[in-house]
């Protein structure tokens, strides 16, 4: 994760801690040859998290996301993931890690995994329901399990596993959490063109405080959470 920034690294392994049963999901599912759609250096977590497969290939929209992984077993490639340039059934299993949500044309994302996956193959997603914005300018959506019960329909794709991950007190959490990033405007969650009233200042300590108190506590009323508003949803569903 060198070529990451520092705040993105932090964000990454506290996805990868609460989202802890979407490597479950992987080691009881991932196999074969693996397509990682927008995966960047994921591959390097997966081997850490002794995940099987034969031979894994990331694909990413550019280079300039390409790590060096010097492995014979791992393969980058550059394309676009709503067309990709890889035939019918060449793949075991493909990888949609909080992905769907920066691309412009989900559904077309959606159904060419469906297309590249052999029949039988399965495909593991990460998908938001109520992530902050991040990654701008490049977040377009939050989805809900109807609309992910619709697509993967579409795709020729049957639901093995529809899991939601977090509810309402532990993406409040979050919020919070992430409200100190975009209160100074961090590139990763802001514009420069966000302008803050005179309010803003003048609250701003009482905005800090009731903010950092919050986590604590509703981390804590997590353990009860509405289900009804997960973080994400955790989706396994195998090729028709």
Request: glycine fraction near 6%; proline fraction near 4%; aromatic fraction near 16%.
């Amino acid at each position: 994760m060198s070529g990451k920034p520092k705040v993105l690294r932090v964000l990454y392994a506290a996805r990868d801690m609460v989202f802890r049963d979407l490597f479950r999901a992987l080691r009881q599912y991932c196999r074969g040859d693996v397509l990682d759609v927008g995966g960047w250096d994921f591959y390097l977590t997966a081997k850490q998290r002794k995940i099987g497969f034969d031979t894994w290939t990331t694909l990413e929209c550019s280079e300039g996301k390409k790590p060096q992984i010097p492995d014979e077993k791992f393969k980058f490639v550059t394309g676009d993931g709503c067309n990709m340039q890889f035939a019918d059934n060449s793949f075991d299993t493909a990888i949609n890690i909080h992905v769907l949500e920066h691309v412009f044309e989900p559904i077309r994302m959606v159904l060419e995994i469906g297309r590249i996956l052999k029949k039988g193959g399965r495909a593991v997603f990460l998908i938001p329901q109520n992530s902050a914005l991040h990654c701008v300018p490049h977040h377009y959506y939050n989805f809900t399990r109807f609309w992910i019960e619709q697509v993967m329909a579409t795709a020729g794709l049957r639901i093995i596993e529809l899991e939601p991950l977090g509810g309402f007190w532990s993406s409040l959490a979050a919020r919070f959490f992430h409200f100190f990033l975009q209160s100074f405007k961090y590139g990763y969650m802001s514009t420069a063109d966000n302008r803050r009233n005179v309010f803003f200042y003048i609250f701003y300590p009482v905005m800090f405080l009731y903010a950092l108190l919050s986590i604590p506590l509703n981390l804590m009323l997590s353990f009860g959470d509405l289900r009804e508003e997960p973080n994400s949803h955790l989706v396994v569903a195998e090729k028709n």
